[in-house]
């Protein structure tokens, strides 16, 4: 029982940091229709510049908000310089784009950082805690209260702000929210500089919470959490949530603790396929 | 001719058998796969299986090798096609992880350790090697490009061209979108499955890794360079993509870096490929090209 | 008593919880023009997409020389022999203008997988295309894509597209709007031929003065129903149709 529990925290941990990835695959693709395989890529970029900033400074504070800052702008210049002049092309057009830019971005990092695996040495700020003999390490509190706050605060925008609602427009359509006097280009590039500073997030706390950086650490998640936004419904952030959530907790339990000898990456297709097999519009989609 | 130029040679050949494949697929009828490579690996399996298991030789396997890979296509290509557009790209990346994984978990396949011992081909009592076995492929990339021009002529391409283009007003003139999908799909995969059977017989060792998401993705990016949608696109883009390499092998760390990079380049200012529509080459070759037709 | 060729009873659509078309019952008669005509949203595109199979109806049905065709999918209501143009046009743009039409020539080869390996280059399929594209008044631009050719003669070659043997019923949608006055002209021409080659034409006008001048018999929709049908005369004179166009829009008397 015990295990199970420390399983079942384990995996709540991974769902949360699919979760916070899979979060901006799903709000740009809601906003541009567009598959963002590099969002992963952003992701590995976060983990580096955290731990850059914290050898740099000793900060985690720093570190945090000047990853997520350095990840915003790689977002946006991404969006800007590749998906913008291709959104007039075939869908495949952008989706290899965004492969190609994961790709370079993955060779930048092994070229500058090395292709050996760093560690990240952060001691966080607040102990570990026990509850009936279960140890939660700090790490675990750290994942489970910045993921809990980073849905907080996007709940609160997209549904309180009028930033919010003008997202919500750009979505419906493009061409309608236009007349409505949105600025779409704009509502694009805030979409991107979220999604980008929580994937930062991410990357730090996958960074400190297996203790390791390196350069190919984003491949098995930009295609996992393709499938996991389908499984969420296309563009639906909190179907996306969900279907994260789900998915790492079935992922450490099955794997981790069942002992099942499920290859632990094909699992998220294979929810996948089942999934549209019962409901081809994805478990919180809308059917078009 | 080095046996290192003949290496590189046979390989860019088979690739561009499997590029053909995906041409059908994803030029002529307009449908996005980003799992090519599973089914070049359904391919190469199921010839190494029945060469080293079942006795059979290469000629004899071949027919069911090309059946078997063209029959999972349509298997994995009905429920991926009946799904949105976009969805497709993200089933056909599942396909690929999940027979990836296949390959690599079931001990039928030969399991972590692969599949090896898989006999060369012999033509005329000939074990074919190095330049004999280059030509042999050659010959079969022959074939699949006339396949491929045969195609672009009959009824059945501008059935795939009309859904490519606008599935909606295609089917209003009486052109089923899933049947002729479907049979893209068949037609490519069993080009696959060819390729991937000379692979088999070329490495005459195989795991899964070697058909894993990003040997699509270089299939992909091979067309898309070529030129989608054209004859001589598939050939062009994997020639170009497999010699790349080699030319930046000086460059040593930094020749991935490029090769990726070189990739971007390409999609983001040459969408159509080096042979599509409106390209540079299309453009110095256009008075070319049309004072040989005249 | 004559057959009626096609006819739809009490056919509807649902989108959510609205109704676009809502039980509309009406018949068309062999050789006949009919304008289906309403205000924008009125649900007369919806009709002509329940009638050529991309909507299945939520109710009703839809008969055609007697068989039924609702929820039949739309490659088999156009094998059927029913033709369709679009409001907005959907050329298949990288396509040359021929090509275009050989693709709707091929409809008698689609259902049999047998039939599709031959060459549609032919010398005899490419006369017969060009004939068509003769009719139509496109000879010239045949060899161009068609995604390059402006509104007038994308609409021309949809028309095209639709008139292939076999076809003895075509659903025209607004093929009229975004045309120039002597393009108008030209189509009002062009649709009167082709009823004199014996096909039944249903067209959806939004121009008041070309519908009335084209058709026999009209039906008015409003808010998914029908509100009247008749000969123009008696239709210009319906109050109800008159509150519905001038209600919201006022009718377009200006060609």
């Known amino acids: ?288 | 001719m080095s046996s290192y130029v003949i290496t590189i040679g046979t390989i860019i050949v088979i690739q561009a058998i499997a590029v053909c494949g995906l041409n059908v697929i994803v030029g002529y009828a307009g449908q996005i796969s980003l799992g090519h490579a599973a089914f070049f690996g359904i391919g190469a399996y199921s010839a190494a299986i029945l060469t080293t298991k079942a006795g059979f030789s290469f000629w004899t396997a071949l027919p069911l090798v090309i059946g078997m890979s063209g029959f999972i296509g349509l298997l994995l290509g009905l429920p991926s096609i009946r799904v949105r557009e976009d969805f497709l790209a993200i089933t056909t990346i599942g396909i690929n992880f999940i027979v990836e994984a296949v390959f690599r978990y079931v001990q039928f396949f030969g399991g972590a350790l692969g599949i090896g011992g898989i006999p060369r081909i012999v033509l005329f009592g000939i074990k074919l090697k190095g330049i004999t076995f280059f030509l042999l492929c050659l010959g079969f990339l022959i074939v699949v490009l006339f396949i491929c021009w045969w195609f672009t002529r009959s009824w059945a391409s501008l059935a795939c061209y009309a859904i490519r283009e606008e599935e909606t007003a295609a089917s209003t003139m009486g052109i089923s979108p899933v049947r002729f999908k479907l049979l893209a799909f068949v037609i490519g995969t069993a080009m696959a499955g060819l390729g991937g059977s000379l692979y088999a017989h070329y490495m005459q060792f195989i795991s899964a890794g070697d058909f894993s998401f990003p040997v699509s993705v270089a299939f992909l990016s091979m067309l898309v360079l070529g030129g989608m949608g054209t004859l001589w696109g598939p050939v062009v883009g994997t020639l170009i993509l497999g010699v790349l390499p080699e030319v930046f092998r000086p460059l040593v760390d930094y020749r991935i870096f490029f090769y990726t990079l070189l990739l971007l380049l390409m999609i983001r200012f040459q969408p159509g490929g080096i042979l599509g529509e409106g390209s540079v080459v299309r453009r110095i070759l256009a008075p070319i090209l049309k004072g040989g037709r005249a | 008593m004559i057959q009626p060729l096609l006819s739809t009873k009490g056919v509807s659509k649902c989108f959510g919880g609205l109704k676009a078309v809502d039980g509309v019952d009406f018949d068309v008669f062999p050789g006949e023009i009919l304008g289906i005509l309403g205000p924008n949203g009125a649900g007369k595109t919806v009709l002509f997409n329940l009638i050529s199979g991309i909507y299945q109806p939520t109710a009703g049905k839809v008969y055609f020389h007697n068989d039924r065709i609702d929820g039949l999918p739309p490659h088999l209501v156009a094998r059927k022999g029913i033709g369709r143009t679009f409001q907005i046009v959907r050329p298949f743009a990288t396509l040359t203008v021929l090509q275009n039409l050989l693709v709707a020539r091929g409809i008698t080869r689609y259902g049999h997988l047998s039939k599709v390996w031959g060459s549609w280059g032919s010398q005899s399929e490419i006369k017969a295309a060009m004939e068509v594209l003769e009719k139509v008044g496109l000879t010239e631009l045949a060899h161009r894509k068609a995604g390059l050719l402006p509104l007038g003669n994308l609409r021309r070659l949809e028309i095209a597209r639709a008139l292939v043997v076999g076809h003895t019923l075509l659903l025209l949608d607004e093929s009229f709007s975004g045309l120039r006055h002597e393009e108008i002209l030209h189509l009002e021409a062009l649709i009167q031929k082709i009823r004199g080659d014996g096909r039944t034409v249903i067209l959806i006008e939004h121009n008041m003065r070309v519908a009335m001048g084209l058709c026999e018999r009209i039906v008015v929709l409003d808010h998914g129903q029908k509100i009247a049908e008749g000969p123009p005369s008696i239709i210009q004179q319906n109050e109800q149709v008159i509150e519905a166009y001038l209600g919201r829009k006022g009718i377009t008397y200006a060609a």
């Open chain 1, 1 to 288: 029982m015990r295990l199970f529990i420390e399983q079942l925290l384990n995996g709540i941990a991974m769902g949360s940091i699919y979760a916070l990835v899979t979060l901006g695959l799903a709000l740009v693709y809601g906003i541009m229709r567009i598959l963002h395989v590099a969002h992963a890529a952003v992701f590995t970029i976060g983990a580096y510049a955290g731990l850059f900033l914290f050898q740099l400074t000793g900060s985690l504070i720093v570190a945090f908000l000047g990853s997520m800052a350095c990840c915003a702008l790689l977002g946006v210049m991404i969006e800007r310089f590749v998906y913008f002049p291709l959104m007039k092309y075939p869908p495949y057009v952008p989706l290899i784009g965004s492969i190609a830019v994961m790709l370079s971005i993955e060779e930048v990092c092994r070229l500058v950082a090395g292709p050996y695996i760093l560690t990240f040495p952060a001691k966080l700020p607040f102990p570990d805690v026990y509850l009936g003999g279960i140890q939660i390490s700090s790490t675990l509190i750290a994942v489970y209260s910045i993921t809990a706050a980073v849905l907080l605060v996007l709940w609160y925008i997209t549904t309180h702000t009028e930033l919010g609602l003008a997202m919500r427009a750009t979505s419906q359509d493009i061409s309608i929210s236009g007349a409505m006097g949105i600025n779409s280009h704009v509502i694009i590039t805030l979409t991107f500089v979220m999604g980008s500073a929580i994937a930062a997030i991410a990357g730090m706390l996958v960074g400190i919470y297996y203790n390791q950086v390196y350069p190919t650490m984003g491949t098995v998640p930009a295609y996992k959490t393709l499938a996991l936004i389908v499984v969420g419904g296309l563009g639906s952030v909190p179907g996306a949530v969900i279907a994260s959530m789900l998915l790492g907790t079935a992922e450490t339990l099955l794997i981790g603790y069942a002992n099942i000898p499920l290859p632990r990456d094909a699992l998220a297709f294979i929810a996948m396929i089942g999934v549209l097999m019962w409901r081809s519009e994805g478990l919180l989609g809308s059917s078009r």
